[in-house]
C-alpha cells in the first residue's frame, strides 16, 4: 500500500508543480507567453498514452479518470499548444483551471500525506 500512496503523492506534486503552474502561467501571460511553454505542454498531452493506463470498459473511479485524461485533458492541451492565442475570456479560464488543477491536487496530496502519517 505504502507504494501505491507514494506513486500517487509523485501524481499529486506533477499537477501541482507543471501541469498546473503551466497552465496558470499561460491564462496569466496571456500572448506573452514564450512559444516553448506550448511545446511543453504539448508534449506533456503526447505522454498521457505512456503515463495513464488505457482505459478499460469497467466503471471505476481509476477507470473514469483515465477516459477524463485521454478524452478531455489530452485534446485540451494540444489545442491549446496548437492555437496559442485566444481571447482574453479564455485567458482567464485557462487560469482559472489552472488554479483549479493546483488546488484539487494540493488537497489530495495533503489527505494523502495525512493517511501515510497514520499508518
Known sequence: ????????????????????SLLVFIGYKKEKTPKFIFYILALLALLIPFSIYRP???ISYWNLVN????LFVMPLFLYIAYKQKFTKEIYENIFIFGIIVIVYHLYKLFIRIKKLKLE
Do not use: A
Not at 500500500?1 to 498546473?20: A, D, E, P, R, S
Not at 477516459?67 to 485521454?70: D, T
Open 1 to 20: 500500500m505504502k507504494g501505491f500512496n507514494n506513486y500517487h503523492l509523485i501524481i499529486n506534486l506533477v499537477h501541482i508543480l507543471i501541469q498546473g
Open 56 to 58: 478499460s470498459t469497467s
Open 67 to 70: 477516459i477524463m485524461h485521454y
